[in-house]
C-alpha cells in the first residue's frame, strides 16, 4: 500500500499524477488527509476528498509514504503524526518519496545524508548533506525525490519502477502516450 499525505495547499499534479500512474500499473494507493477533515484544497484551490484521515494508515501495510510538494509541505513539517509515520517507515525499511518542497522536511530529518536527491530549486539547503542532482526524478536506497510539477509524470513512473518493474513503467508509458 502507498499512502500520499495531503495537506491544505499541496500541489495537484504532484500528487494526482504519480497517484494515477500507480493506480494504472495497478498498485493500492490511500490518499490520506492529515488533518481531521478528508476534505483537503490545493494549491489552485483544486478541493480533494481523501480515502482516509492520517490517523486510519496502517504502517503494517505501507509499502511507500509519499509527501507531495506545494505550500502544503509546511503542513507536513509542522505535523507530529506525519514525522511519526516518517520515522516509522525509516525504521522498518519502508519507501519514502517526496516530491518539490517536500524533500526538505526528510531532509532536515537528515534522512537524505550522502544521499543522491533532487528538490525545487531554493530548496537544497533544507536537504542536509545530500548529493543533489539536477534530475526529473531519483531515488538512492528507499529515498524518491522529484524535482517539482514538471517532473511529476518521472517521479510517478520511478515509484512504479521500484514497486512493480520497469516493464510495467514502461507499459504504463506507452498506454499514457508519455513517449510519444
Known amino acids: 500500500m502507498v499512502y500520499v499525505l ?3 495547499g499541496f500541489e495537484e499534479v504532484e500528487a494526482i499524477e504519480p497517484i494515477d500512474i500507480m493506480r494504472r500499473a495497478g498498485i493500492d494507493v490511500k490518499t490520506v ?3 481531521d477533515s478528508k476534505t483537503v484544497t490545493g ?5 480533494v476528498i481523501t480515502d482516509v484521515t492520517i490517523d486510519d494508515v496502517n504502517i503494517d501495510d505501507m509499502e511507500l509514504l509519499m509527501l507531495p510538494g506545494g505550500s502544503g509541505h509546511q503542513l507536513l513539517d509542522a505535523s507530529a503524526k506525519v514525522h511519526s509515520l516518517i520515522n516509522e517507515a525509516l525504521v ?3 519507501y519514502i518519496s517526496a516530491i518539490c518542497a517536500s524533500p526538505s522536511v526528510i531532509g532536515k530529518k537528515q534522512m537524505l545524508m550522502g544521499k543522491k536527491a533532487t528538490c525545487f530549486p531554493g530548496y537544497e539547503k533544507y536537504c542536509y548533506g545530500a548529493d543533489i542532482v539536477r534530475d526529473k526524478a531519483v531515488i538512492d536506497g528507499k ?3 522529484g524535482r517539482g510539477a514538471g517532473a511529476a509524470s ?3 513512473f520511478l515509484m512504479v519502477s521500484v514497486l512493480k518493474d520497469k516493464d510495467t513503467a514502461e507499459k504504463v508509458k506507452e498506454i499514457m502516450q508519455y513517449n510519444d
Not at 494549491?43 to 478541493?47: A, D, E, F, G, L
Open 154 to 156: 518521472d517521479f510517478g
Open 92 to 94: 522498518r525499511g519502508k
Open 43 to 47: 494549491s489552485h484551490n483544486i478541493p
Open 6 to 8: 495531503f495537506a491544505d
Open 33 to 35: 488527509s492529515i488533518s
Open 143 to 145: 529515498i524518491i525525490t
